[in-house]
């Protein structure tokens, strides 16, 4: 009874905590300048051609970012846990340097490749936001999507569904692409979501290599001149991110009880 009590005042805290700064935010973003309450904070996103241009932007990088990581970890994970098992535990601290490396630090070595070193492969590299942002921020999400990606391929007999399919006559890619992906899907789409968050809040490494076209730098330029349309414009991206949340969260569990039935 006395731990019941506890989680009740431990969950009524946590919600306080993080229900009150939101709901702050969201009685903010509805203030007017005549002193009432409405939307056009919000309607302002919507007619900003700049926010929606920017916010273009950083989902072009998400989505690049998002097939170049999966299309790397995926089949690492799944050829170092069939072949190379006593290889993970050094992968996995390899894949822990992006965390351990402060985005500063990394942005600042960026910054100095990209004022000092030509040639047309830097040139074209740097070219444009999507293209100089989008292998950086892959390296950036490699430790979350690895973990998670890892995490599905434990929870799955992995080499007895590869043989079985290879047994049936499938090569090792149609195994991975027909069997193994499918089974790992909520994993899959959870280390995408991991990205799409991170490319969204990223602004250290695009502000210091002065790529001013990203959803993360629109944000903070327009609070300068309109705290409540960036007020807004964090909780749209909130609610956003949370319903991409929610999307993985169903497809997953969808997947699961096809797969139990």
Do not use: C, H
């Not at 969950?11 to 309450?37: D, I, K, M, N």
């Not at 070219?127 to 990606?149: D, E, G, I, K, M």
């Not at 994993?187 to 969204?200: D, E, M, R």
């Amino acid at each position: 009874m006395r731990g019941r009590r506890w989680r009740v005042v431990v969950l009524t805290l946590a919600a306080l905590y993080f229900l009150v700064p939101l709901l702050s935010a969201a009685e903010f973003s509805l203030r007017t300048p005549g002193g009432g309450y409405g939307f056009g904070n919000y309607l302002a996103i919507v007619r900003d051609e700049v926010l929606f241009t920017s916010l273009l932007t950083s989902l072009q990088i998400a989505v690049f970012t998002a097939v170049l990581v999966l299309a790397l970890v995926v089949p690492t994970a799944v050829w170092v846990r069939l072949r190379f098992p006593a290889v993970a535990g050094l992968l996995e601290s390899a894949t822990i340097l992006p965390i351990v490396v402060p985005p500063v630090v990394m942005a600042a070595g960026i910054a100095f490749v990209q004022a000092n070193l030509g040639g047309p492969v830097f040139r074209t590299l740097f070219a444009s936001s999507t293209t100089a942002l989008t292998p950086f921020y892959v390296v950036l999400a490699l430790p979350f999507a690895y973990r998670a990606v890892d995490n599905g391929l434990a929870a799955i007999p992995l080499r007895t569904l590869v043989e079985a399919a290879r047994n049936l006559g499938a090569s090792t890619a149609t195994a991975l692409v027909r069997v193994v992906l499918p089974t790992i899907r909520s994993a899959v789409l959870g280390a995408a979501f991991l990205t799409l968050a991170l490319v969204l809040g990223e602004i250290v490494i695009a502000r210091i290599l002065l790529y001013t076209d990203t959803f993360p730098i629109a944000v903070v330029e327009v609070g300068r001149s309109a705290a409540g349309v960036s007020v807004a414009l964090s909780l749209a991206s909130l609610l956003f991110t949370w319903v991409l949340l929610m999307a993985v969260s169903f497809a997953g569990g969808r997947r699961s009880r096809k797969a139990s039935s």
